[in-house]
């Protein structure tokens, strides 16, 4: 049974640039969430996609955007890549699949982004 | 606005021990969900449990129940008989209902379980 796919696993990028990651849903569910986690500032919400709309938005800069595709695939978006955004960004999904639960998010392995 | 406390930065048990994590929550929301999850070194985020607000019953899934007071706003997961795969980072989450349907997890800074053999 696929799980939620995160692509790529590892990025490095420098200061400026701009980087985009993919996260490939659950098959079924139409909700997608991205969080950043971080040592010093912990697990924290960035936006959740809901059928190609942004849903609900957590508070970072614009520099951080999202979108989401009529297949439920979802990527996100940082632009001007400053060093503190060196964390392991995890995209989940929730919705109805079959033999999982509802209204739970399935996370992805994450991808890890370094700016140096 | 909400919040999780997990004041348990790390904690070392002996393998086949029962171990308690514990969580603290604080919401003004009349209905939220609480969840455990669990990150192993390779970063995926793995759910383990999770527990209404108005579930009467405390969940338990498998080596894995959550102790739900909601007098005192606690979820703390026990888990039983621990073997050495269960160490890694273990986080509680909670879920409120700002917008209908939304999903954001607001998580705690998390309880790194080591299992000594």
């Known amino acids: 049974k696929a799980g939620v796919t995160q692509t790529p696993r590892y990025l490095i990028k420098t200061r400026g640039q701009q980087v985009t990651l993919s996260c490939s849903p659950i098959?079924?569910?139409?909700?997608v969430s991205w969080y950043q986690q971080t040592p010093g500032q912990g697990l924290q919400f960035l936006f959740e996609y809901f059928s190609e709309t942004q849903r609900n938005k957590g508070n970072f800069p614009g520099r951080f955007s999202g979108r989401q595709f009529s297949n439920s695939r979802s990527e996100m978006n940082v632009s001007t890549l400053e060093l503190g955004d060196s964390a392991l960004y995890l995209c989940?999904?929730?919705?109805?699949?079959?033999?999982?639960?509802?209204?739970?998010?399935?996370f992805g392995a994450g991808t890890r982004l370094s700016v140096l | 606005a909400q919040k999780i406390t997990q004041t348990q930065p790390g904690m070392f048990v002996q393998e086949k021990e029962a171990v308690t994590l514990d969580c603290t929550y604080d919401t003004s929301d009349p209905s939220y969900g609480l969840f455990w999850y669990k990150q192993p070194s390779s970063g995926e985020m793995i759910f383990l449990i999770y527990q209404g607000s108005y579930d009467q019953q405390n969940a338990t899934e498998g080596r894995y129940s959550l102790n739900f007071q909601k007098a005192r706003k606690s979820a703390n997961l026990v888990i039983s008989a621990s073997q050495l795969g269960d160490s890694a980072m273990y986080f509680c989450?909670?879920?409120?209902?700002?917008?209908?349907?939304?999903?954001?997890?607001?998580f705690g800074q998390g309880t790194r379980l080591t299992i000594n053999p």
């Open positions: 989450a909670m879920r409120g209902t700002e917008i209908q349907g939304a999903q954001k997890l607001v």
């Open positions: 098959s079924g569910h139409r909700s």
């Open positions: 989940a999904s929730s919705g109805t699949a079959p033999g999982l639960a509802k209204n739970i998010q399935y």
